[in-house]
């Protein structure tokens, strides 16, 4: 089992900062892709940032120059740090995981944490 558990969130004022942080858990070999999404109230969910195991970085264009994904690979956590912060802005974040499990299984899979809601308040 691997558990996927994110922490941060709440309400802040536009133009203000906020750090969002994920680990994961249980039977992990090894952890690959580890990202951020986003879905706002009436919208679908959107990638906000993804990091690859060895750094390689990709931003949505509506987030570039405004946060910044990290990882350690050795605790398999990932953080975002989001500054300039706007109402829309305002969405249920969550992290996911590509985890190859220490159980033997043939493959990677996705697991996701149940997400926390950012608040940006104008």
């Known amino acids: 089992q691997v558990q996927v558990v994110e922490s941060g969130g709440g309400l802040v004022l536009t133009g203000g900062s906020m750090r969002l942080s994920c680990v994961a858990s249980g039977s992990i070999f090894r952890v690959n892709d580890m990202g951020w999404y986003r879905q706002g109230p009436e919208k679908q969910r959107e990638l906000v940032a993804t990091i690859s195991r060895r750094g390689t970085i990709n931003y949505a264009d509506s987030v570039k120059g405004r946060f910044t994904i990290t990882r350690n690979n050795a605790e398999n956590t990932v953080s975002l740090q989001m500054d300039m912060l706007k109402p829309e802005d305002s969405a249920v974040y969550s992290c996911?995981?590509?985890?190859?499990?220490?159980?033997?299984?043939?493959?990677?899979?996705?697991?996701w944490g149940k997400g926390t809601l950012v608040t940006v308040s104008s």
């Open positions: 996911n995981a590509e985890v190859v499990s220490n159980t033997g299984a043939p493959r990677a899979m996705t697991y």
